[in-house]
C-alpha cells in the first residue's frame, strides 16, 4: 500500500486497459462500408485481402487496409490475420507514396495495437514499426504547417487533403502511444527522436480550432505517457511551450474549457503533463515559481473534476428506458441512398459520451492523486505497506470480485448511514486543541501542498464527495458505468489517503475533532457499501489507516474525546474472524484495529478490540499471518502502562495470563512450519514467538 500513483510504464499499461475507446465487443465504426463479420469466417477469404496490400492499384491497397482494421477487431480473424503476415504488410504500407494507403495501413496498425493489447504492441516494436512510424513525423509536421498556413477558402478547397493529414497524424501518433504504454524501450525510441516530442507539443498548444479535437486528444494523451519519469525529454520543452500549456491548464483557451465534446479532458492532459515537467517547467524560465505551477495544475483538477454525478446517473437511466422503447420498434427505412438507421443509436452515442465524462474524472482524480503525493516528505502510508508486505497503496485493478454464494452480510456489517455527514464537514469550523495556524501548517508543506491547502481547500472537500457511493443506472445499456462509478470511488479514496499521509496538510483540512469523527463515518460507509468488491474496500480501509495514524500521531488528539462507533469496531472484528475473506484484507484490518485501540480517550473501545483480539489468537484456525499481525498490534497497543486503558483494560481483564496461556501454541504451530518450504514465514513466525516470551516478561515487571 504506500502512496498512490503509478511511475512505471507497465502499471500504467496495466491500467489502460483500451485507451482509445475500442474494445472487441463495441468495435468502432470505421471509414470502410465492409462489416468486420463480412470475410471473417474463414481463411479463404482473409488471404486475399491480406495479399491486395501488396496490389499494384492504389484503390486496392487503400481499400484492404480499411477492410482489414474493422476485421482486426474480431479475436478469431485476428489471430487469423496475425499468422497470415498482417503485421509485416500493414507496416511495409507506412511507406507507401499514396496518403490514402498510409492513412488507412496506419489505421488499422492502431486498431491491432489497441485490441491486440500488450503482446501484439510488443511485437509491433520488435518489428521496428516505430522507426517507419517516426519517418512520417517530419512530413506530417511539414504538411501541418502547409496546411494550417491556408485561409478559410483555401482549407475548403483542400478539405479532402487536410482531413487525410490529420486523421494520418492521429493515427500515427495513436500506435505511437500504444508502443509508449508497454514498453520503456519504446518510450527511450521515442524520446531521443528530435521531431515528434516538438511536433506533439505544437498540436497541443496549437490556436487553430480547425484541428480535430480526436487529433489533439491523442497528442496529449501520447505526451502524457513520454514525459511520465522520463527526465530525457525535458529539452524539448521550451519557455514559449511552456507558458502556452500553462496558459491551458489555467484555463486561458476557451476551446478547452467545456464538458462540450468532453473537451474538458485536454485541461486535465495538460495538468499531468506539466507536473511530470514540473522540474523543467520551474527552471526554463525564472518568472514561473512552483506556487505559479501548482496554481495552473489545480485549476484543471478543479475544472474537470466539476461534473455533478446524481444528475448524470438520472439521465443515464432515463436514456436506457428510452432505449428500450426505441429498440421494440421496428425498423424503418429512410430514402433509397440513406441507410437504415438502428433505433436508439442517437442515444447509445449519448450514453458512450456519459461514460467519457466519467473517464476524464476518473483520469482527473488520478493525476490528483500524483501531485497530492508529494515527495518531499514521507508520510506514514507506507508503515501499512511494510506491515502487509504491499508495494503500492492502492492497486490499480478494477476487476470485480463476486462471490455471490456468500452472503456474510457483505464484507463489512452495514452500519446506520448518515446521509448529512458531508454537508457537516463542510460546516465544521472554527479552532480548537488541534488549531495550530495557518502559516505554521504552510511552512511543513511542499509546494503542491501549499497550495492545495491555501487556494483550493475545496478540492479536498470534492475527493471526499466523489468518494461516496452513487448508485449506478439500473439499465444494461449502461453496464460501463457501474464499473466507472467504482473505480472512480477508488480513485477519489487514494487522493484522500495521499493528503492524509501528510501530517500538516491533514491538520490543515480536519480543524476539529467532529470533522474527524465524520470523515471517519464517511470513509466507513464507502468500505460498507463496497460489498464484495475487495479492491474499493482495500481503498478505504487504507484511508481509514492514514486518519487513525494522524490521530495517533498527534498529541492534542489524544486527549480530545472522538466519537468512533463501537459499531465500526465490531465490523471490523468480523471481517478479521471471517475466514472467507482475504487473508491480506484481514490483515489491513487488524491494523486499523490496532490504532483504534491506541485512542487513550476511549477505554470501551480498547476493551472491544483487545477482548476480541485475544480470541482470535486462541483459535486454531487463525492463520499465523494474522496472528502475527495480531501479536505485532498487542505489543504497540499495550507498550506502556501510563496509557489511560492498560489498568483497566490490560490489567483488570487479565490479558497477560491470556498471553501466558497462549504463548505453547504459538510456539507449537511455529515449529510445524517447514523451514525448507516456508522459510520466510517460519522466521516470521520464530520471531513473533521470541517477542511473545519477552513481552510476558516486560509486562510483568512493568508493575512489579
Not at 92 to 121: F, H, K, M, S, Y
Not at 260 to 265: L, Q, W
Not at 417 to 440: C, Y
Amino acid at each position: 500500500m504506500g502512496k498512490t500513483g503509478s511511475n512505471k510504464k507497465k502499471k500504467s499499461a496495466a491500467r489502460r486497459a483500451d485507451p482509445l475507446g475500442l474494445n472487441s465487443e463495441a468495435p468502432v465504426v470505421s471509414s470502410s462500408s465492409t462489416p468486420a463479420t463480412a470475410v471473417a469466417n474463414g481463411s479463404d477469404e482473409i488471404l486475399p485481402l491480406v495479399k491486395k496490400l501488396t496490389s499494384m492499384n492504389v484503390d486496392d491497397r487503400a481499400w484492404a487496409a480499411t477492410a482489414l482494421s474493422n476485421l482486426v477487431l474480431d479475436r478469431d480473424t485476428r489471430k487469423k490475420l496475425l499468422a497470415s503476415g498482417i503485421l509485416d504488410a500493414l507496416i511495409r504500407l507506412l511507406c507507401d507514396t499514396q496518403p490514402e494507403v498510409v492513412q488507412e495501413a496506419a489505421g488499422a496498425l492502431r486498431n491491432l495495437a489497441v485490441v491486440g493489447g500488450n503482446d501484439i504492441c510488443i511485437d509491433i516494436l520488435r518489428k521496428n514499426a516505430h522507426i517507419a512510424l517516426l519517418a512520417l513525423v517530419p512530413k506530417l509536421k511539414a504538411s501541418f504547417a502547409e496546411r494550417l498556413s491556408l485561409n478559410k477558402a483555401e482549407k475548403t478547397n483542400e478539405s479532402s487533403q487536410v482531413r487525410c493529414c490529420f486523421d494520418i497524424a492521429d493515427q500515427v501518433i495513436g500506435v505511437l502511444w500504444c508502443l509508449a504504454e508497454v514498453s520503456d524501450r519504446a518510450v527511450q525510441a521515442l524520446t531521443s527522436d528530435p521531431v515528434l516530442i516538438p511536433f506533439l507539443l505544437s498540436i497541443l498548444t496549437c490556436a487553430d480550432s480547425s484541428l480535430p479535437f480526436s487529433l489533439v486528444q491523442s497528442a496529449a494523451q501520447c505526451l502524457n505517457t513520454l514525459v511520465e519519469d522520463n527526465d530525457a525529454c525535458h529539452v524539448h520543452f521550451s519557455p514559449q511551450a511552456i507558458t502556452l500549456l500553462l496558459s491551458i491548464a489555467a484555463g486561458h483557451v476557451d476551446r478547452w474549457n467545456t464538458w462540450n465534446a468532453n473537451a474538458i479532458h485536454i485541461r486535465a492532459l495538460v495538468a499531468s503533463v506539466l507536473f511530470n515537467v514540473k522540474s523543467a517547467v520551474t527552471t526554463s524560465s525564472s518568472s514561473t515559481s512552483p506556487q505559479d505551477l501548482y496554481n495552473a495544475i489545480y485549476a484543471a483538477i478543479a475544472a474537470a473534476l466539476d461534473l455533478d454525478l446524481v444528475p448524470l446517473v438520472a439521465k443515464a437511466q432515463d436514456l436506457g428506458k428510452l432505449i428500450d422503447a426505441k429498440d421494440a420498434q421496428p425498423l424503418e427505412a429512410g430514402p433509397e441512398e440513406t441507410a437504415m438507421t438502428p433505433p436508439g443509436e442517437q442515444e447509445r452515442a449519448k450514453m458512450e459520451e456519459f461514460d467519457r465524462k466519467l473517464e476524464t474524472v476518473i483520469f482527473t482524480l488520478e493525476v490528483f492523486a500524483n501531485v497530492s503525493a508529494s515527495e518531499e516528505e514521507d508520510g506514514w502510508a507506507d508503515d501499512l505497506a511494510n506491515e502487509n508486505g504491499d508495494s503500492e497503496m492502492v492497486e490499480d485493478n478494477d476487476d470485480v470480485v463476486q462471490n455471490g454464494d456468500n452472503d456474510d452480510d457483505g464484507v463489512l456489517a452495514m452500519m446506520e448511514d448518515d446521509s448529512d455527514v458531508l454537508d457537516a464537514i463542510r460546516e465544521q469550523s472554527g479552532t480548537s486543541e488541534m488549531d495550530t495556524g495557518a502559516s505554521s501548517i504552510s511552512a511543513d508543506l511542499s509546494p503542491a501542498l501549499q497550495v492545495l491547502t491555501t487556494s483550493y481547500p475545496f478540492l479536498f472537500e470534492k475527493a471526499v464527495s466523489l468518494s461516496q457511493p452513487v448508485t449506478p443506472p439500473s439499465t444494461p445499456h449502461a453496464s460501463n458505468m457501474a464499473t466507472h462509478l467504482r473505480t472512480l470511488q477508488t480513485r477519489a479514496l487514494g487522493v484522500i489517503t495521499n493528503i492524509l499521509n501528510h501530517p500538516a496538510a491533514a491538520r490543515a483540512f480536519l480543524t476539529t475533532p467532529s470533522q474527524i469523527t465524520l470523515l471517519w463515518g464517511l470513509l466507513f460507509t464507502v468500505a460498507q457499501s463496497a460489498s464484495t468488491h475487495l479492491d474499493l474496500i482495500e481503498a478505504a480501509i487504507t484511508s481509514l489507516y492514514t486518519l487513525l495514524r494522524f490521530i495517533d500521531l498527534s498529541a492534542q488528539l489524544q486527549s480530545i474525546p472522538l466519537s468512533i462507533p463501537l459499531n465500526d469496531a465490531d465490523a471490523l472484528l468480523s471481517t478479521v474472524a471471517n475466514n472467507t475473506v482475504p487473508e491480506v484484507l484481514r490483515v489491513k484490518c487488524i491494523s486499523v484495529l490496532g490504532l483504534l485501540a491506541r485512542i487513550q480517550s476511549d477505554i470501551e473501545l480498547n476493551r472491544r478490540i483487545g477482548t476480541a483480539c485475544l480470541s482470535l489468537l486462541s483459535h486454531t484456525h487463525t492463520p499465523l499471518d494474522l496472528v502475527i499481525e495480531i501479536l505485532d498490534q498487542f505489543y504497540d497497543i499495550y507498550a506502556d502502562a501510563a496509557f489511560s486503558y492498560d489498568a483497566p483494560v490490560f490489567v483488570q481483564q487479565g490479558f497477560l495470563d491470556k498471553l501466558k496461556t497462549l504463548e505453547p501454541e504459538l510456539r507449537k504451530r511455529v515449529k510445524s512450519v517447514d523451514r525448507r518450504k516456508h522459510k520466510q514465514r517460519r522466521e516470521a513466525g520464530e520471531l513473533a514467538y521470541t517477542n511473545l516470551v519477552e513481552f510476558i516478561k516486560y509486562k510483568a515487571s512493568e508493575r512489579a
